[in-house]
């Protein structure tokens, strides 16, 4: 199974190239590209093939190819709910990305 890294604006220099999954907030979006917010502050332009529709403000995870610092060539957006946490979020993902070697394995019954 392939996973890809959770991150937040950071990050992103460590992922350059990389098939990443970023959480944000909806500042802009014009369908084939939008401008978020992402969990920690950073603001990045995502740029999409097909129409992506999501509400100014609405909360979104995009999975996406980092391009650079600032730039993410999205592949799938999911609008996420109203009262998503965007702090805890980034709280969770910074803890985790502390432990990158730490991986849960399901346990057989």
Do not use: H, W
């Not at 890809?4 to 959480?23: P, T």
């Not at 950073?42 to 093939?49: D, G, P, Q």
């Amino acid at each position: 199974m392939d996973t890809k890294a959770r991150i937040n604006g950071s990050m992103l220099g460590d992922n350059i190239g990389q098939e990443i999954v970023a959480v944000g907030r909806v500042i802009t979006n014009d369908g084939k590209s939008m401008k978020l917010e992402l969990a920690d502050g950073a603001n990045v332009l995502v740029s999409f093939v097909d129409v992506m529709e999501a509400m100014p403000n609405s909360c979104v995870e995009v999975n996406a190819r980092v391009s650079d610092t600032r730039t993410l060539s999205g592949m799938a957006l999911t609008v996420l709910s109203d009262d998503f946490d965007l702090k805890i979020y980034n709280e969770a993902i910074t803890f985790a990305s502390r432990y990158e070697n730490f991986v849960m394995k399901a346990v057989a019954a």
